[in-house]
């Protein structure tokens, strides 16, 4: 069996039909599904270990303890930080920007201050850091695009001033695909003694990373966008942000010690990580890592390259068809509009012959505002996904542009 075969065996959801088809899940973007391994973490955990952690001295509490911390650490190998206290678990991606935006700009953000962040942010890397400008007095600074909705780092330098406080970016944008040149950003960043955030959101699934490489401050992951459980993510953050930013959230497990007068703080990460967390979750999502490091990346790669190049040569046939985003560089994403068609339609007609995909604004608003459109239909690729799921797209579209066009 080929090698792609025999990893959606690993998918149980992926043998759905609807409405009589075979399901082409194309909406990878907004979730990835799970292996049988990761939904077997979680049975397991319920079923043998399950307790609060860090909190009992009993049999099951220091198994679960234990599992939970051994799930921080492969995090913390997956994207090659220092030390698993620069590891703090969160909801995802969006609760992790949040913290960053709450925590580091109570901190360190002043009246007259500037966060830098660009146009083609996902919304939850564009309202936390409004809400903390808006706290605080500060200015939100944003970089524009170029012709081809690429990052338009000829206008960086310029943005960058001695009241910047921070540049948030995203590695992989989830409207378009688009990799971002965040090395050079970074760097840059760097010149300008600037701390540099990176929504890794839709990285997980499809790019390796690795944070001392590249020398980022802040990274941000959520484990459902990488074959993990929804509601588990982490923020990765330097030793040294960590140990200056004040507490996110109070309660129980990110203290020492509480009197009514004085209040001590537990070490990083515990001290960010207030109340019962996601146990189960997490140890499922460090199951899910597992099985992505497991497997060939190169083969991988080489696969989700093929497929983009394939799935853009077939719906280039389609008459009507504009892509939006094709940088050279880019992850298994395609947005498009067909003709005049709503991308509500689109989505809801290829609906009927199996195909799920994404439609509307994917969350990217100003970005959708400067390409000039409301919004698209998006296919997004996972390394399970074939080229019969994008022939099965194809013809979905055909038979979208028949109920509009009466054609093929
Ligand atoms: N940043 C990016 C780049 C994203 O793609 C998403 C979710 C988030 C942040 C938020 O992640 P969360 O896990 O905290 O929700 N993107 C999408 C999407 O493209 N369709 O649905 C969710």
Excluded at 181 to 186: A, Q, S, T, Y
Excluded at 327 to 332: G, H, I
Aim: with cysteine; glycine share 6%.
């Amino acid at each position: 069996m080929d090698y792609i075969k025999q990893i959606r065996q690993d998918f149980p959801i992926l043998k759905t039909q609807v409405k009589g088809h075979q399901l082409a899940y194309l909406d990878n973007a907004a979730t990835t599904q799970k292996p049988r391994v990761v939904i077997d973490a979680l049975d397991k955990y319920y079923a043998t270990i399950n307790a609060n952690v860090h909190r009992g001295v009993h049999f099951l509490s220091e198994n679960a303890t234990e599992a939970y911390e051994q799930a921080r650490y492969k995090v913390q190998k997956f994207i090659n930080a220092a030390s698993p206290q620069e590891i703090v678990f969160t909801r995802g991606t969006t609760e992790a920007v949040n913290l960053v935006a709450s925590s580091f700009c109570q901190q360190f953000l002043n009246a007259g201050d500037e966060i830098i962040i660009t146009r083609a942010e996902h919304h939850s890397n564009i309202v936390p850091w409004q809400l903390a400008c808006e706290r605080h007095g500060a200015t939100l600074k944003v970089l524009p695009l170029t012709d081809s909705y690429e990052l338009d780092l000829t206008k960086l330098d310029q943005l960058f001033s001695s009241k910047t406080k921070m540049l948030a970016v995203s590695h992989v944008s989830n409207a378009l695909g688009t990799i971002n040149p965040i090395k050079e950003i970074i760097s840059k960043a760097r010149a300008n003694n600037v701390p540099v955030l990176i929504d890794g959101a839709q990285a997980g699934a499809h790019v390796d990373i690795d944070v001392q490489a590249l020398d980022c401050d802040f990274y941000t992951l959520s484990s459902h966008k990488m074959f993990g459980p929804m509601g588990i993510g982490a923020l990765y953050a330097k030793k040294s942000w960590l140990e200056q930013m004040p507490p996110y959230q109070g309660g129980g497990e990110m203290i020492l010690q509480v009197t009514f007068d004085k209040v001590t703080y537990n070490q990083i990460p515990h001290k960010f990580e207030a109340g019962t967390p996601s146990v189960a979750d997490s140890i499922a999502w460090g199951a899910a890592i597992d099985y992505l490091q497991a497997l060939d990346h190169e083969k991988i790669a080489q696969h989700e390259a093929g497929l983009l190049e394939y799935a853009e040569q077939q719906l280039s046939k389609v008459d009507g068809i504009t892509f939006y985003g094709q940088a050279q560089n880019k992850v298994p994403i395609i947005s498009f509009l067909l003709s005049d068609i709503h991308p509500h339609d689109i989505g809801t007609i290829v609906n009927d012959y199996g195909v799920a995909i994404r439609t509307g604004h994917h969350c990217n608003m100003p970005l959708m505002d400067y390409i000039g459109i409301s919004g698209t239909a998006r296919a997004s690729f996972a390394m399970y996904n074939t080229q019969e799921d994008v022939d099965q797209l194809c013809q979905a579209l055909a038979e979208v542009k028949r109920v509009f066009h009466g054609s093929r």
